[in-house]
């Protein structure tokens, strides 16, 4: 009877190596379909082409310059109006007003969710407050922003702070309440608390709402800002864009309404494409937050 424990003879045995040259190439080039499919700039370059080609039939089509300028047109009275400062100063302006109540409305948000953190009574009122002035429109308080500020800037700001406060509020408490309870353990362990807690441990591992709640907040105060500047649009003795589309309106001059629309949608495109991807690529995509 054989040993059960002894091992098997294996035959032994040698393969000739093969040509190969018959092999298909292990890295083919790309065609241009691939190319273009794989470059997210330059589809989002053809969805741009290929909305001012529609445009700009359909403008053709209709044949009614005060109804529905061209493309070509309103681009020609875009260029000459940033030239001529009639559009770049009422830009500048609307920017200006736009980054202080951005900046205030995201301190006051910081402050807000802070408090909401470190005590149970925070958290109370910022849920009573998010509950009350979360549905009521920033533009809604216009009407009270001009008794108690006047005519000017701190209007505008005020406005800008209530479009700004809740949209940030309510994704950065989002992400706080998402963060594992293992992060929070850590932080604890290592006797953190208040700011510093939040800091150091909530704010990096909800950075991805966060940043959500960023780009809703600024898409809040930038309609709001037109649409504020629309209403009454003097600031500081100079209208901002949304004031240039409003005269614009009352002179009958449409294409002048549509560059004025059209540096709305510019810049929009500039600070979510430009600004923001920035700052996603070097935070939450770079820590493998967003795919």
């Known amino acids: 009877m054989p040993d059960p424990s002894a091992a098997a ?17 292990v890295e083919a080039p790309l ?17 741009l082409v290929g909305l001012a080609l529609l445009w700009q039939l359909y403008a053709v089509w209709l044949d009614d310059s ?3 300028p061209s493309f070509t047109e309103t681009v020609r009275v875009f260029v000459a109006d940033m030239l001529s400062g009639a559009l770049s100063d009422r830009i500048l302006t609307s920017i200006r007003v736009l980054l202080i109540g951005y ?18 009574i925070g958290n109370d009122i910022l849920s009573v407050l998010t509950a009350m002035f979360n549905p009521l429109p ?13 005519l000017g800037t701190p209007s505008l700001v005020f406005v800008l702070i209530h479009g700004v406060l809740w949209a940030v509020v309510l994704n950065t408490s989002a992400g706080f309440r998402a963060v594992p309870e293992t992060l929070r ?15 150091l441990i909530l704010m ?45 309106r009352e002179e009958l001059e449409t294409a002048r309404v549509f560059a004025g629309l059209l540096a709305v949608i510019l810049i929009g495109l500039l600070v979510e494409s430009v600004i923001f991807r920035a700052i996603e690529e ?10």
């Open 9 to 25: 003879s294996r035959p032994e045995f040698e393969l000739a190596p093969k040509d190969i040259g018959t092999i298909a190439a």
């Open 31 to 47: 065609s241009l379909i691939e190319r273009i499919s794989g470059n997210t700039a330059l589809r989002r370059a053809l969805v």
């Open 66 to 68: 005060l109804l529905f």
């Open 103 to 120: 900046a205030a409305g995201i301190a006051l948000a910081a402050v807000l969710t802070t408090l909401a953190v470190a005590t149970r």
């Open 138 to 150: 920033a533009i809604a308080l216009l009407p009270l922003a001009l008794i108690w500020f006047g």
């Open 185 to 199: 353990m850590s932080g604890r362990n290592f006797g953190l608390s208040g700011p510093r807690y939040v800091v």
């Open 204 to 248: 990096p591992a909800a950075a991805a709402p966060i940043l959500a709640g960023l780009k809703i907040g600024w898409a809040f105060a930038w309609r709001t800002l037109i649409a504020a500047e629309l209403v009454f649009g003097v600031s500081s003795r100079s209208g901002g864009l949304g004031w240039y589309i409003f005269q614009a």
């Open 282 to 291: 070097r935070t939450v995509r770079r820590w493998g937050m967003q795919r």
